[in-house]
Each structure stands twice: as C-alpha cells, then as structure tokens.
C-alpha cells in the first residue's frame, strides 16, 4: 500500500505541502493543467527551488493578479462542482471546505452558510487546497499518516482583527488530533494546513514502517533559526517478518548455502 507520511516538526501549510508534493513527483505543469479545471482566474502559480537552513526544498507562491471578493462555503463548492476535475478531488476538497466552514461557524457561532472565507476564501487558499488534493491523488497515496503537530505562540492579525496564536479555527480543526507547544513566536499550523490534514490524514503519530521510496521538503514562508520546511516522505507499507517456522527454529530442513 501507498502511503505518506506528513513530518511537521516545523508545522504545516497550504504552500508547504504543495511545495512538499512538487518535490516528490507532482509535475508543475500537470498541476497547473488541473487547476484550469476549476472557473477561477485572476492567479499565477510560482514555482522555485530554495533554501531553508541549507535544506533544499520547494517554494509555492500564488500571486493574485486580479481583485477577488471574499466567498461563502456555498460559493465555494459551486466553484468545485462547476470545475472538470475529477470527481474524487472534488469530493476531497469539498470535504476539507466543509470542515474548515465547520470550525469557522463554531468560533462565531454563526451557521455554517453564513461564514464567509476571507483569507481562506482567497485565491490563494482555494489553490492550496485544491492543488494539495491534485498532488496526493496524482501520487496515488492510498494512506496519509501525519506525526503530532507543534502550536507556536503570540499574535496574528487578520480580517477579524488580533488573534492568539494557534489561530482559534486551527485550534477547532485539530481536536482529537496529538499536538504539542513550542516556544516559537509564529503560526506553524494555519488553518488551511490544519483542514487538509485534519480532513486526509487517517492516522496521527510516530512514523509507520516503511519502505521510503521519496523524500521531499516544502518551505514556508517565514524563515527563522529553524528550518521552516515540511517533509513528506513518500513509500509502501514495509513487510513484517513472519515468525519462524517450527522447522526453522529447530534447524530441520533449513538450507544452507550451496544447497541449492
């Protein structure tokens, strides 16, 4: 079985795992090619190899080259269902919408219809979800395994205003998922970040056995002493060793080399 699995140390993001599943495999014009799919323009996708603590990874920047309106969850999944994407990435995303309208709608107690997306609303966010769902179904990962998620600490300002740090949504999105506090004054977890892998990860914690086949690294955008990356590795599920036969235990019939 195809698997993933999401290393946070430095927390996670829309642009980090689209930058994290470029390096792995996921073609840049495939991706671009998909998203046309979706009856959104006013955007531009930048592609760029850098740095981050002398760690090699994938940057993502979406430039927004036209004026957009914020966009109900309604809004939204119009968008997708209007798009020609397959039908798959349209039911993941809607999926990750949903949950982030969800969490939205908690924290303002407000219906879910009414909550309207500003920042996640945005151009930018929508390709970072949408591109992230792309990217994992292209690799064709059948299962998303993700280590506990560090929460940094102070303030963000926003379209509501001055918000703590985990942004109150995040926070909504990772209940019953293992997190941990860091001493870092910066978002590591944003709320799209959390949405997509609250919504597609299927198991939380320690990384699995596996047999790696990819390494990739996605970078953030806010560059510190730390490496400010997002590692994805990329492999199968590794075969347990079946326990020895009664026969190999006691040495009967056990071949030796040259035996053969």
């Not at 004026?67 to 119009?78: N, Y």
């Not at 769902?133 to 998620?149: A, M, N």
């Amino acid at each position: 079985m195809k698997i993933a699995y999401f290393d946070c140390f430095s927390g996670i993001a829309g642009d980090m795992i689209l930058g994290a599943l470029i390096d792995v495999g996921v073609e840049v014009k495939f991706l671009k090619n998909e998203l046309k799919k979706l009856p959104l323009t006013g955007y531009d996708i930048t592609v760029r190899s850098v740095e981050c603590n002398h760690i090699a990874a994938v940057d993502v920047t979406i430039a927004v080259t036209e004026e957009q309106h914020h966009r109900s969850l309604s809004d939204i999944i119009d968008l997708l269902k209007a798009s020609t994407l397959a039908p798959e990435v349209k039911k993941h995303s809607q999926n990750i919408f949903y949950n982030l309208g969800k969490a939205e709608a908690k924290i303002h107690r407000i219906d879910v219809e009414k909550v309207h997306f500003h920042e996640v609303g945005a151009v930018d966010s929508i390709i970072d979800i949408v591109g992230s769902v792309i990217g994992i179904t292209k690799l064709g990962i059948e299962h998303i395994y993700c280590s506990p998620l560090p929460l940094g600490h102070g303030f963000v300002s926003c379209d509501h205003g001055i918000l703590p740090l985990p942004a109150p949504a995040t926070v909504e999105l990772l209940k019953g998922i293992p997190v941990y506090s860091v001493d870092r004054k910066q978002e590591l977890v944003t709320p799209t970040g959390a949405a997509i892998i609250a919504t597609l990860a299927q198991d939380f914690g320690e990384m699995p056995p596996i047999k790696i086949s990819k390494i990739g690294y996605g970078s953030g955008k806010i560059q510190s002493e730390y490496p400010n990356v997002l590692r994805v590795f990329l492999g199968d599920i590794a075969q347990k060793r079946k326990n020895k036969t009664t026969k190999e235990k006691t040495g009967k019939n056990k071949k030796t080399i040259g035996s053969m």
